[in-house]
């Protein structure tokens, strides 16, 4: 099965701008029909999903890169290694987005309570921006 340019970025989620650039800079494996169009393939979906993936950890444009290049090149134990500690970094750095959103979460389950119990009348309302100086304030 082929997916257009237009299927392919609305199924991961990204612009028909940024399949291109991924097309362009080698990132991203494409075939061309007969008016030289861009079409996409499941191996093109395959590797859209790891970019996909590397993107949410945070890796940089450059570490994506440079693991597509490793995941093209001969293999070997230094790559397989090279590998490894992308993923590696890849991983702490979405563990530690993990734990911020956490935080967030709990923060705004604590807001949520707060309201809640002022919507009870349990407590006034200090939410407002003339009471900011209170902890609970915002």
């Known amino acids: 099965m082929y997916y257009t340019i237009r299927q392919f970025a609305r199924m991961f989620h990204v612009s028909e701008h940024t399949v291109r650039y991924y097309t362009d800079i080698d990132l991203l494996p494409c075939r061309r029909d007969g008016q030289n169009r861009r079409i996409f393939d499941e191996e093109s979906a395959n590797w859209m999903q790891g970019i996909s993936c590397l993107k949410k950890c945070g890796a940089s444009l450059k570490d ?9 090149s001969e293999d070997s134990p230094e790559n397989l290694n090279a590998r490894y500690q992308i993923i590696l970094r890849q991983r702490a750095q979405a563990r530690q987005k993990a734990e911020e959103a956490k935080a967030t979460a709990e923060y705004m389950d604590r807001k949520v309570k707060h309201y809640e119990d002022i919507l009870a009348g ?10 900011w100086t209170h902890p609970n304030g915002c």
């Not at 994506?64 to 093209?72: A, F, G, N, T, V």
């Not at 349990?122 to 009471?131: A, E, K, V």
């Open 64 to 72: 994506i890169r440079e693991y597509c290049r490793l995941c093209q």
């Open 122 to 131: 349990l407590l006034p309302d200090d939410t407002n921006p003339g009471s």
